[in-house]
């Protein structure tokens, strides 16, 4: 399966999916399928967010609490979910807030090494 078929998989198969995107840790999108109008700026938050996971991954670190697998960002507008591939590449979810957030961890786990796979 494709790259683009896994995401398109992950983000169809979950309620209120808006987007899914794979994205290196400088911010810059490897590939994203967007199903919905997110009324977001998924540029800008690809960037914005690869910023912030830096800072967290450093102090995960910092305190050796272990590897940091997982990232949920909730908003007034809508839950973001991303999820390490690698030391450079996450795979990220968008949907509504009201969208079936337990379903979309799931499936960003169980495709999470075949993308990672994909992407080596």
Request: charged letters at 25%; zero cysteines; aromatic letters at 4%.
């Amino acid at each position: 399966m494709s790259l683009r078929d896994t995401l398109t998989a992950i983000v169809e198969n979950v309620e209120g999916g808006l987007a899914a995107i794979i994205m290196a840790s400088d911010g810059i999108p490897i590939d994203e399928v967007v199903v919905a109008q997110t009324g977001l700026d998924l540029q800008l938050l690809t960037v914005e967010y690869a910023a912030l996971l830096k800072e967290i991954r450093r102090t995960v670190t910092l305190i050796k609490s272990g590897e940091m697998e997982e990232i949920t960002i909730t908003t007034s507008q809508a839950r973001v979910v991303m999820r390490v591939l690698s030391d450079e590449l996450f795979v990220v979810l968008a949907m509504t807030k009201a969208g079936n957030f337990g379903k979309g961890r799931y499936l960003l786990r169980l495709r999470s090494d075949e993308l990672a796979r994909e992407l080596s």
